[in-house]
């Protein structure tokens, strides 16, 4: 098992708490320095709340952990290919690689659906890896 499979398996097992609660099955880790940080999985459903996102939540806490919003060094972990809203925030949080498992056709924005990443001014660009694990999160 690849360190990106280890780390994607993390995030299928928040997915499945997703699940558990009806919410559609994403989940997410980030990790710094070899170590899980922050981790996420979908609450838009049940709290009525277009930014449940996993990835938001992952983001939001893993900033409160290091005390800044710049997660420059982490790494961010999530099942399905993260939509634009998401992908925005990654971006502005600096986050240095994205790993996900299954691509999103219909709103993935790391190159299924669109790609932010051909913007001329973005000021950031991570280091995008699809495809870990792609069965599984599918």
């Not at 710094?32 to 459903?45: C, P």
């Not at 919003?69 to 290919?81: F, K, N």
């Not at 924005?109 to 999160?137: D, M, Q, R, Y």
Request: charged share 25%.
């Amino acid at each position: 098992m690849t360190t990106q499979e280890k780390y994607m398996q993390f995030a299928l097992k928040e997915a499945s708490k997703s699940a558990l609660i009806d919410e559609v099955p994403i989940g997410c880790v980030i990790v710094k320095d070899g170590k899980i940080i922050a981790r996420g999985h979908n609450v838009r459903e049940t709290t009525n709340d277009p930014l449940g996102h996993s990835e938001l939540i992952a983001i939001r806490k893993a900033s409160k952990k290091l005390s800044n919003w710049r997660l420059e060094g982490c790494d961010l972990y999530v099942t399905i290919e993260p939509c634009i809203m998401c992908s925005g925030a990654i971006i502005q949080s600096r986050i240095e690689h994205v790993y996900y498992g299954a691509s999103d056709s219909k709103g993935g924005a790391f190159g299924s659906s669109i790609n932010v990443l051909t913007a001329e001014k973005i000021n950031h660009h991570p280091e995008i890896i699809g495809g870990i694990l792609s069965e599984e999160c599918s």
